[in-house]
């Protein structure tokens, strides 16, 4: 059954994906897994969320949590569409695990591509100062 994004679950090597696309995701992460690039990886691992207080707010799952050859580890999101829900866990997330990096993935024409951003800085707004 798809989702109200079109996506629909799909198996991949004996696991259920979210969509296509992340089950795709899997594969690369097999490759890379295969060449010697990553040690590993662990699909669907949740994380809890609290808020300044320690008191939980909700939970997250991330999609992959990859282990380098080295032992350090990073969660990577595969993100066709990215919600506000998810954008305000992301938050959540980074400001719960500061230690852990938190990448974000998607297919741009059958390449794979980070989408991970840098925190946008404000910007001011123009002052529109009429002419008398």
Known sequence: MANRYGAKRT???GASYDSGAEASFAGYLDLLVKSG???SYTR???YDLRGVGGTH???HIVDFVVTWPDGDTEAWEYKGYPTDVWKLKRKLFEDNYPDLPYRTF???KGEVAETTAPRK???KKKRI???S
């Open 11 to 13: 198996e991949y090597n």
């Open 129 to 131: 100062v009429q002419s």
């Open 37 to 39: 690039h990553l040690k």
């Open 106 to 108: 998607k297919f741009v």
């Open 121 to 123: 800085r404000r910007r």
């Open 57 to 59: 707010i909700t939970k």
């Open 44 to 46: 669907q691992v949740p």
